[in-house]
Nanobody, 120 residues
């Protein structure tokens, strides 16, 4: 029905930057919000940032001022610009989206995950 395909990520030194992208495709009528989450081994997935269809954003306190979420509504793509990265940002990052399908059904979808490693 809907696929979320992530790109970006990788390894960087502390203080560096990375950009993540996530493109949604399929039977999409509209997208309520797109978001980025992260998860460390043995821990719960946590919200990093979310952007709604009206452009309003929410950030986790731990990333405020360092990460920026943005969205291209035409391409159904969400981006996460990560600056001033710290070792504690090392986790697997997932994109998520709350999608209204062309059938008008509402479902949540997830990307495949991408590793971000911050290390000297």
């Amino acid at each position: 029905q809907v696929q979320l395909v992530q790109s970006g990520g990788g390894s960087v030194q502390p203080g560096g930057s990375l950009r993540l992208s996530c493109a949604a495709s399929g039977s999409i009528h509209s997208i309520n919000y797109m978001a980025w989450y992260r998860q460390a081994p043995g821990k719960q997935r946590e919200l990093v940032a979310r952007i709604r269809s009206d452009g309003s954003t929410t950030y986790a306190d731990s990333v405020k001022g360092r990460f920026t979420i943005s969205r291209d509504n035409v391409k159904n793509t969400v981006y996460l610009q990560m600056d001033s990265l710290k070792p504690e940002d090392t986790e697997v990052y997932y994109c998520g989206a709350l999608v209204v399908l062309t059938s008008r059904q509402l479902n949540e979808y997830w990307g495949q995950g991408t590793q971000v490693t911050v290390s000297s």
